[in-house]
């Protein structure tokens, strides 16, 4: 069952006019889609499962569990399990940075301002962690969504105020 399609009934509704190879293809291509789908939550479950058996070193050499690490996590409006597990996986360990700037850099949030004669000129988005920075963004963009929560208000009402690339002004703020 895909998107409420029952595999064995596509050819009910399926068109008439469509060529007899595409009437059993697709419906392959909807049971492969199930299966990819159900190895991929598999796949989480597995992560989660992992990452909340290992203890991981924050400030001062302390430490914390994973089954307490990843609800703080996923406390953070828009991250989900996922974004939480890439950040574990991405950053490891906090103490690593000795500056929330340099997270930020490694994320590749810190958007470097060029400045000519005391004006600003452009934005130009550092290098980083691409897979990292592309859930953070990610996660962002859901914010923007979100209007019945406070942060949401606030993104969306950055996105409003800029006619031009609003978005990524909101998501990069």
């Not at 950053?91 to 810190?110: E, M, N, W």
């Not at 914010?143 to 031009?164: D, F, M, N, V």
Request: overall charge positive; some cysteine.
């Amino acid at each position: 069952m895909c998107n409420g399609i029952n595999h064995e009934s596509f050819n009910s509704i399926c068109p008439d006019d469509m060529p007899e190879y595409m009437k059993i293809l697709i419906p392959d291509l909807y049971k492969q889609y199930d299966e990819h789908v159900k190895k991929a939550k598999d796949y989480e479950k597995e992560a989660i499962k992992k990452a909340m058996s290992i203890e991981w070193v924050i400030e001062n050499n302390s430490t914390i569990l994973g089954k307490d690490l990843l609800p703080i996590l996923t406390s953070v409006p828009g991250i989900g399990n996922v974004t939480a597990l890439v950040w574990i996986a991405e950053i490891v360990t906090p103490v690593r940075f000795k500056l929330v700037k340099q997270i930020s850099a490694y994320c590749g949030c810190d958007p470097s301002l060029k400045v000519s004669a005391g004006k600003l000129t452009s934005h130009v988005k550092r290098k980083g962690n691409e897979v990292l920075h592309g859930m953070l963004l990610k996660a962002a963009s859901a914010l923007i969504q979100r209007r019945s929560e406070p942060i949401g208000k606030w993104t969306y009402s950055i996105y409003k105020r800029h006619a031009k690339g609003g978005w990524k002004k909101a998501c990069f703020y």
